[in-house]
Nanobody, 115 residues
């Protein structure tokens, strides 16, 4: 059974940093693209960032570009999201998403940016 487990969420002050991780198990994901998607209170899903299956290309939403960094660690089937210069509007539940021949989602981790 494939499982994606996020961790690292929590409360951070505006301007602070947080690092999210998503660890997958139950299969190999070398040919999967990985992404982070978030959902703010009362809003729909918003794509945040993606990394290709080669790891050679990364993409960011305009709202997080220059502040967030996505990375993948192949041997650990893990994708991370380093969040710097956090803003109140970054408050959301963050989900990791692995896309290949199947589409997998984590359960989500809450990030709250507040003073």
């Amino acid at each position: 059974e494939v499982q994606l487990v996020e961790s690292g969420g929590g409360l951070v002050q505006p301007g602070g940093s947080l690092r999210l991780s998503c660890a997958a198990s139950g299969s190999t994901f070398d040919d999967f693209a990985m992404a982070w998607v978030r959902q703010a209170p009362g809003k729909g899903l918003e794509w945040v960032s993606s990394v290709t299956y080669t790891g050679g290309s990364t993409y960011y939403a305009e709202s997080v570009r220059g502040r967030f960094t996505i990375s993948r660690v192949y041997v650990k089937n893990t994708v991370t999201l380093q969040m710097n210069s956090a803003k109140v509007e970054d408050t959301a539940v963050y989900y990791c998403n692995f896309r290949g021949n199947q589409n997998y989602w984590g359960q989500g981790t809450q990030v709250t940016v507040s003073s």
